[in-house]
């Protein structure tokens, strides 16, 4: 447990490190009253040459090491290389969407102490924009004021960031397990079970839902899969998807695609894709 404070406001940090593995994972607890100010947390790394790389919606940008404030969604890399050998560090947070790469300290991103930079609240007046000057005898609301929750993965890598297997890593780091108390009692499913399974490949099911219209399946509605890419090579052949009712299809994808289909049955092929 890491505490830091600084002016009226508290920062507490439980890190957290499996058995095993190369990943810390910190969950955050911050409360924080400052008003226009700006809180980052900072990663610095030891990589020569480095390579930015932000996660988008179904994709990823590679954007310039210069320190500006980028958006983005889950997750950032910095891959370079150390002695000579790809490696990096990936970045995985909840509920964070701004962040920077900053280069060296000489200034041209080729240095070896380059950093990965995450912005953790932004304390504004609320709804404020230039040109307008602030009331010095106004009063204000400021953003993102008082205690939030959030968590963050430092993933250290060899190659480039698919070897970290960030979007994935990111869902479930957004999607913790629930545990649920419940009675002892019979039931028809088994002790363990899924409604739908892609084998962690590069092709990741996204959703999965019943078809609008009625059809003559079981429930009145067959099932509707969407999956996409998420390395941005193609996929090939290489990917299963199955159901929980046993239907399963080999699918392929071209890089950072989106598809949809239905699992084939005894009476339907699969849907065109979208």
Known sequence: MVEREWGASTLVEE?????????????????????????????????????????????HLERPVDGAEEPAQSWVDLTGTVDGAAAGLTVVTTNKHAYDVSPGSDGDGRGDDASIGVTAVRSPVYSWHDPRLLDPEGIYSFQDQGVQRF???????????????????????????????????????PPVNSFAGDDGGAVMVT?????????????????????????????????????????????????????SWFPPTRRSRCARST
């Open 151 to 189: 968590s963050y993965e430092l993933v250290p890598h060899a190659g480039d960031w698919r070897s970290a297997d960030p979007i994935r890593r990111a869902l479930v780091l957004g999607n913790p397990v629930r545990a649920m108390q419940e009675s002892f009692h019979d039931g028809t499913l």
């Open 15 to 59: 890190l957290i490190l499996d058995h095993d593995s190369p990943v810390l994972r910190v969950n955050v607890t911050l409360d924080w009253r400052e008003k226009a100010h700006l809180l980052k947390l900072r990663f610095p790394t030891v990589l020569e040459d480095p390579t930015a790389t932000y996660e988008i919606l179904f994709g």
């Open 207 to 259: 959703a999965l839902k019943g078809t609008e219209d009625a059809t003559e399946a079981p429930g009145g509605a067959d099932v509707v899969v969407r999956a996409v890419e998420t390395r941005g090579e193609e996929a090939g052949r290489a990917s299963t998807c199955r159901c929980s009712d046993a239907r399963s299809r080999r699918t392929s994808a071209r890089r950072s695609c989106a598809r």
